[in-house]
């Protein structure tokens, strides 16, 4: 910043014409760079997705009923405290 404010503009067209062009450029080089990372990406087989598929669905139903236990047992314990405060 204390560059920029040392700099003193001759003409301050010129600097807005120099502002643009390095944007240009440096978006021009993102772009480059998204293709160059863009040709390393690699599609996975059908059988990866088949494999991971399988994996996913396995996980989630197993937490699907960890969730519906640890559930079930906590209404259970909620109920219990509740009923034995009601009836004192």
Known sequence: MAKTAAITETNPGESRVAAVTGTVERFRGFLGDVRVEMRKV???S????QATTVVVLAVVFFFAAYFYVTDTVFAYVVKQIMDRLAGS
């Not at 059908?46 to 997705?49: A, L, N, Q, W, Y």
Request: aromatic residues 0%; hydrophobic residues 45%.
């Open 46 to 49: 059908r059988k990866e997705v």
């Open 42 to 44: 690699v599609a996975p």
